[in-house]
């Protein structure tokens, strides 16, 4: 059945075989991939990961380690990350973020019309050891899907690896 948020299959409560049973959907036309969005966790904060991520460029590729995995081979400076996310609610949110880099690199987060940049300093000296990192605040508006858009800075940029960015209401 059609709705305004979607489409809702029904199926029979009890399945037709328990151990080998198949749906399948025939639908018209072309079906557009929908992006991923993160949604916010119970106290509020955005947790954006190498799993949620769209990656533009080459080089990049998520990589399993740890629950979420890490983003590697970001060599070029041309290349970033994006994320699409739901704000829960209007206000400031503290940036935090775990990277790991041989030399200090810069970096700018874009959601929507505001830019904060994001400074990988100290170096960990090795791009599998991952240290943890502040970098202010950012103000967003609530109920909105918004674009989250990591991006290196050209001066000042060495390659990273990326693990994951988090956004904190300020209280």
Known sequence: AARADGVVVSVPAQA???NASVVVLQVKGEVPAQPY????TKEGALALTAATATLNGSTLRAEPSG????IGFWNKPDE???WLAKVPADGKYAIRF?????????????AGDKSVALAVAPATGDLR??????AGEIELKAGRQVKFVLAPVKEGWQPVNFHELRLEPVK
Do not use: W
């Not at 775990?98 to 874009?110: G, I, P, V, W």
């Open 129 to 134: 050891k991952y240290n943890k990192y502040k």
């Open 16 to 18: 037709p075989d328990p």
């Open 98 to 110: 775990e990277a790991a880099s041989q030399k200090d690199s810069k970096l700018a987060l874009t």
């Open 67 to 70: 629950p979420t995995g890490n």
């Open 37 to 40: 969005v993160v949604a916010p």
């Open 80 to 82: 970033t990350i994006q």
